[in-house]
């Protein structure tokens, strides 16, 4: 759930977080989490975390909508509108939301056309191992515990929808170096943004649907999709309306970052 401060530098380099995440065939996940963490246990966390910056591809001229769901309910005013509107979208999920929320996971399923779901974490704790809190969130403390964050919310995931993810994105969308070296080994890519829409659904519905008029092609945004009780979710369901109007083209992660073959 990220805010506005930084901790570093949204123009970190992106290559090199993608280099550390190419993906890796699924069956061989667990020799090379317990060969991360046999290289990476002993390795302290470098000061300066990262809130990695992802953008599409160049020339690639649509917006790629990406959404939390961290933990509570689903905001179905922002469901609808991306149903209703046939928007494609990519949705980070914990296992923690998909236990809670049958009905939405069912019609996520269900139009399985639109929504990419990948990986949110087990109980949306952050992959940083060099404070103890960030946004309030107790954060992993050990590469050991973020490697069973991720593998447990990747596990949920599989289960619910039939398919390994390959994305992550941690609770606070900004990582210790060392765990994101990690989940790079893990054979996950890191889904940075360039847009926060309603910075972790705190804003006024009118400023969410401003921030999202500003997108531009190639922008990742990322907004949460869990709080259907604050009014950020109507504003990010009116802005998604009106990019529809403008002609927006959006994309998923999977479309604009096809998995390698062969």
């Given at each position: 759930m990220p805010g506005e401060t930084r901790?570093?530098?949204?123009?970190?380099?992106?290559?090199?977080?993608?280099?550390?995440?190419v993906p890796i065939d699924r069956s061989r996940r667990m020799r090379h989490s317990l060969f991360a963490l046999l290289i990476l246990a002993a390795t302290p966390a470098v000061a300066g975390d990262i809130e990695p910056r992802l953008t599409l591809p160049a020339g690639d001229?649509?917006?790629?909508?990406?959404?939390?769901?961290?933990?509570?309910?689903?905001?179905?005013?922002?469901?609808?509108?991306?149903?209703?509107?046939?928007?494609?979208?990519?949705?980070?999920?914990?296992?923690r939301w998909l236990k809670r929320n049958a009905a939405a996971v069912a019609r996520l399923a269900a139009n399985a056309d639109l929504f990419q779901i990948e990986n949110h974490g087990d109980q949306h704790v952050p992959a940083?191992?060099?404070q103890p809190t960030v946004f309030g969130l107790r954060t992993a403390?050990?590469?050991?515990a973020v490697s069973s964050e991720v593998a447990g919310g990747a596990a949920a995931v599989t289960e619910a929808f039939g398919r390994a993810p390959a994305w992550y994105r941690d609770a606070s969308a900004r990582y210790s170096r060392d765990a994101l070296t990690l989940i790079g080994t893990l054979g996950y890519r890191i889904a940075g943004y360039s847009l926060n829409a309603d910075v972790g659904a705190s804003l006024p519905a009118a400023t969410v649907a401003r921030r999202l008029a500003a997108a531009k092609s190639g922008d990742v945004v990322i907004a949460h999709i869990n709080h259907p009780e604050r009014p950020a979710g109507a504003g990010v369901a009116a802005g998604i309306k009106a990019m529809v109007a403008r002609g927006v083209r959006f994309e998923r992660l999977d479309a604009a970052f096809p998995q390698p073959t062969g």
């Amino acid at each position: 759930m990220p805010g506005e401060t930084r901790y570093q530098s949204l123009d970190f380099d992106m290559a090199a977080v993608q280099a550390l995440a190419v993906p890796i065939d699924r069956s061989r996940r667990m020799r090379h989490s317990l060969f991360a963490l046999l290289i990476l246990a002993a390795t302290p966390a470098v000061a300066g975390d990262i809130e990695p910056r992802l953008t599409l591809p160049a020339g690639d001229r649509s917006v790629a909508l990406t959404f939390d769901a961290c933990s509570g309910a689903v905001d179905d005013r922002i469901l609808d509108e991306l149903i209703a509107d046939r928007v494609p979208a990519t949705i980070f999920v914990t296992s923690r939301w998909l236990k809670r929320n049958a009905a939405a996971v069912a019609r996520l399923a269900a139009n399985a056309d639109l929504f990419q779901i990948e990986n949110h974490g087990d109980q949306h704790v952050p992959a940083i191992t060099d404070q103890p809190t960030v946004f309030g969130l107790r954060t992993a403390g050990t590469l050991a515990a973020v490697s069973s964050e991720v593998a447990g919310g990747a596990a949920a995931v599989t289960e619910a929808f039939g398919r390994a993810p390959a994305w992550y994105r941690d609770a606070s969308a900004r990582y210790s170096r060392d765990a994101l070296t990690l989940i790079g080994t893990l054979g996950y890519r890191i889904a940075g943004y360039s847009l926060n829409a309603d910075v972790g659904a705190s804003l006024p519905a009118a400023t969410v649907a401003r921030r999202l008029a500003a997108a531009k092609s190639g922008d990742v945004v990322i907004a949460h999709i869990n709080h259907p009780e604050r009014p950020a979710g109507a504003g990010v369901a009116a802005g998604i309306k009106a990019m529809v109007a403008r002609g927006v083209r959006f994309e998923r992660l999977d479309a604009a970052f096809p998995q390698p073959t062969g």
